[in-house]
């Protein structure tokens, strides 16, 4: 079976043509707002899922991860393929205690600005804001703030925003939320954490 490359057909011949501005405005749809939510396993994943499918299409996307720091995740590694995929790392690691909380709150600010100043660049047809639900959750952040960015975001943008126990409020302004619980996971048995599973 031949494997076609994007946007040719059987014949060879380029599928996509040029279309007018009136066949663009046709066809300019109204971004999505998507939480991802609940305790269990694949909040991230899905929203990378979707980033993959986007950049599939020949769209721009942009990553920001709140709480993951630095390290060798799989779909991080892969990042660097993609010239259409942006991606930032904003937290110091994952969160869990309350140590270092004022050093916490200066990462999420810092974190917030770059994801307004990539929202509001209009640049991009996908952004992640992956984990922004701990920010309101931990106080590093007012719901309100995100809240506002995600209402005056250009219309035809699309926000994923991931984490475990979103506010109502995030849960109000999104389009459509997943919440995501485990019945039943790995770790609880004793299975450690896998390369190409779990980072």
């Known amino acids: 079976m031949k494997k076609l490359k994007p946007f040719e057909t059987d014949d060879g011949s380029r ?20 939480l991802n939510t609940g305790h269990g396993k694949g909040k991230t994943t899905a929203a990378l899922g979707t980033a993959f499918r986007a950049l599939g299409h020949q769209q721009r996307v942009c990553v920001i991860q709140f709480l993951k720091g630095q390290g060798d ?4 590694l892969l990042a660097d393929q993609f010239p259409n995929l942006d991606w930032y790392i904003c937290g ?16 999420a600010e810092e974190g917030f600005a770059l994801a307004k100043e990539k929202v509001e660049s209009d640049l991009y047809d996908l952004v992640i804001l992956d984990e922004i639900t701990y920010l309101p ?13 995600v209402k005056n975001k250009p219309e035809r943008l ?17 389009d459509t939320v997943s919440v995501i619980d485990p019945q039943k996971h790995a770790f609880n048995s004793g299975v450690k954490a896998q390369k190409g599973i779990e980072f």
Request: zero cysteines; proline letters at 0%.
């Open 92 to 107: 110091r690691g994952f969160v869990f205690n309350r140590e270092k909380i004022e050093e916490d709150k200066r990462v």
């Open 73 to 76: 995740y799989g779909e991080r």
């Open 15 to 34: 599928a996509r043509q040029n279309m007018s501005a009136e066949e663009k405005s046709k066809k300019k749809v109204k971004g999505r707002v998507i």
């Open 137 to 149: 959750l931990f106080g590093f952040l007012d719901v309100e703030r995100i809240v506002d960015l």
């Open 158 to 174: 699309s926000i994923i925003m991931t984490g475990r126990d979103a506010h109502e409020a995030l849960v109000q302004v999104a």
